[in-house]
């Protein structure tokens, strides 16, 4: 075996080649199609880039509204929603999701096949489902959305069972937007591995939902938002930081693979929006002042700049979503990217097959 470069967690390995996005660390800018991901967070809608994921253009106003239409109408049985009651009431959201998004591919024919066109037909329904499944999955009777408020309102509405008004329905819709796609984290490369052995579409995605369950990925929100709870006031989360700090604990919300020395462009995004929200909002008021605080003490004492979850996590507080909900709706949002990514690797395949610096002994007997 010819000599190889061993790097730890693959950092700075090159794993895949892609038309869907990429982080230009330099530019501070996240590129999804050829477009600013902040850009489009500011312009469009979820519906608008999950279409120009899937299809890599953005589409007209009549394709918009009826793509979002068709992700509201996603159907879901009444067998798979059987199986979330019988689910252990202690169960993570996340392992309830999980299951429910394996078992739903076992209804779906076309999510069973493993081509390009087949994941095409069914990524919008997926889309959909996914929304639909997480916002059903602390509830015993399941709530359908409504298509009049959007794809945004309705899914915000069917969480918290309250019409939200445009203004949070619009900050919802651009925290999906900023969860939807970003390039190769590990959830994405799970579903890509997963893709590569030309498992389907739903096989691939609940792998994926495996990944981000894990603290130091899509976990990370929800403890965000423990710890602002814990610390309630902006002096409480700066003595909690630095009791954290002095006992070598990680602080969740900090620091990035890919930006390392400096803010997520996502983390400044979800930062404005709180701050908009804020002036009539009190919880978004409260956590605004105490996230800035823990954000300068980071900064000061790590050189530690927030990630994206750091401020979505009181965004999503503040829009009374519940914090069990966090890291599935992490999922729901980034489905539209793994969808491109399934249909990217389907379209251009070539199996992950990896190998291994071996580090232990040699030649022993039996």
Same mark, same amino acid.
């Given at each position: 075996?010819?000599?190889?470069?061993?790097?730890?967690?693959?950092?700075?390995?090159?794993?895949?080649?892609?038309?869907?996005?990429?982080?230009?660390?330099?530019?501070?800018?996240?590129?999804?199609?050829?477009?600013?991901?902040?850009?489009?967070?500011?312009?469009?809608?979820?519906?608008?880039?999950?279409?120009? #994921?899937?299809?890599?253009?953005?589409?007209? =106003?009549? %394709? /918009? $509204? @009826?793509? +979002?239409?068709?992700? *509201?109408?996603?159907?879901?049985?009444?067998?798979?929603?059987?199986?979330?009651?019988?689910?252990?009431?202690?169960?993570?959201?996340?392992?309830?999701?999980?299951?429910?998004?394996?078992?739903?591919?076992?209804?779906?024919?076309?999510?069973?096949?493993?081509?390009?066109?087949?994941?095409?037909?069914?990524?919008?329904?997926?889309?959909?489902?996914?929304?639909?499944?997480?916002?059903?999955?602390?509830?015993?009777?399941?709530?359908?959305?409504?298509?009049?408020?959007?794809?945004?309102?309705?899914? #915000?509405?069917?969480?918290?069972?309250?019409? =939200?008004? %445009? /203004? $949070? @329905?619009? +900050?919802?819709?651009? *925290?999906?937007?900023?969860?939807?796609?970003?390039?190769?984290?590990?959830?994405?490369?799970?579903?890509?591995?997963?893709?590569?052995?030309?498992?389907?579409?739903?096989?691939?995605?609940?792998?994926?939902?495996?990944?981000?369950?894990?603290?130091?990925?899509?976990?990370?929100?929800?403890?965000?938002?423990?710890?602002?709870?814990?610390?309630?006031?902006?002096?409480?989360?700066?003595?909690?930081?630095?009791?954290?700090?002095?006992?070598?604990?990680?602080?969740?919300?900090?620091?990035?693979?890919?930006?390392?020395?400096?803010?997520?462009?996502?983390?400044?995004?979800?930062?404005?929006?709180?701050?908009?929200?804020?002036?009539?909002?009190?919880?978004?008021?409260?956590?605004?002042?105490?996230?800035?605080?823990?954000?300068?003490?980071?900064?000061?004492?790590?050189?530690?700049?927030?990630?994206?979850?750091?401020?979505?996590?009181?965004?999503?507080?503040?829009?009374?979503?519940?914090?069990?909900?966090?890291?599935?709706?992490?999922?729901?949002?980034?489905?539209?990217?793994?969808?491109?990514?399934?249909?990217?690797?389907?379209?251009?395949?070539?199996?992950?097959?990896?190998?291994?610096?071996?580090?232990?002994?040699?030649?022993?007997?039996?």
């Amino acid at each position: 075996m010819k000599s190889v470069e061993y790097q730890p967690g693959l950092e700075g390995v090159v794993a895949a080649e892609t038309e869907i996005s990429y982080l230009d660390v330099e530019a501070e800018e996240i590129v999804v199609r050829g477009y600013d991901l902040l850009d489009l967070a500011q312009k469009r809608t979820y519906p608008e880039v999950a279409f120009l #994921l899937l299809h890599g253009r953005l589409p007209g =106003p009549e %394709e /918009a $509204e @009826a793509f +979002a239409q068709g992700l *509201l109408q996603a159907p879901v049985p009444e067998a798979v929603f059987a199986i979330l009651g019988l689910l252990p009431p202690e169960m993570h959201p996340m392992d309830r999701l999980r299951t429910l998004l394996s078992a739903l591919g076992g209804f779906e024919e076309a999510g069973q096949k493993a081509d390009a066109e087949a994941d095409l037909r069914a990524g919008p329904r997926l889309i959909g489902q996914a929304a639909i499944l997480v916002a059903n999955l602390l509830r015993t009777q399941p709530r359908r959305p409504k298509p009049e408020l959007g794809f945004a309102g309705a899914f #915000l509405e069917m969480i918290t069972e309250k019409v =939200p008004g %445009e /203004a $949070e @329905a619009r +900050a919802f819709d651009q *925290l999906l937007i900023a969860y939807s796609e970003h390039e190769l984290p590990n959830s994405t490369f799970a579903a890509r591995v997963i893709a590569s052995t030309l498992a389907d579409l739903y096989g691939a995605v609940t792998g994926a939902v495996a990944s981000l369950k894990g603290p130091l990925h899509g976990g990370a929100n929800e403890a965000v938002m423990e710890m602002f709870l814990e610390a309630e006031t902006p002096e409480g989360l700066e003595r909690l930081v630095r009791e954290r700090l002095a006992r070598k604990e990680r602080i969740m919300g900090f620091g990035h693979r890919v930006y390392m020395r400096r803010m997520d462009p996502r983390a400044a995004l979800m930062k404005e929006v709180l701050r908009e929200m804020a002036p009539g909002n009190p919880r978004a008021a409260r956590y605004l002042e105490v996230a800035e605080r823990g954000e300068r003490v980071m900064r000061e004492e790590k050189g530690l700049y927030p990630n994206l979850d750091y401020y979505a996590a009181p965004v999503l507080y503040a829009l009374g979503v519940p914090v069990p909900l966090y890291t599935p709706i992490f999922l729901a949002a980034r489905t539209a990217g793994l969808v491109a990514h399934v249909v990217e690797q389907h379209a251009h395949n070539r199996l992950f097959r990896p190998r291994v610096l071996y580090k232990g002994p040699r030649g022993l007997k039996a």
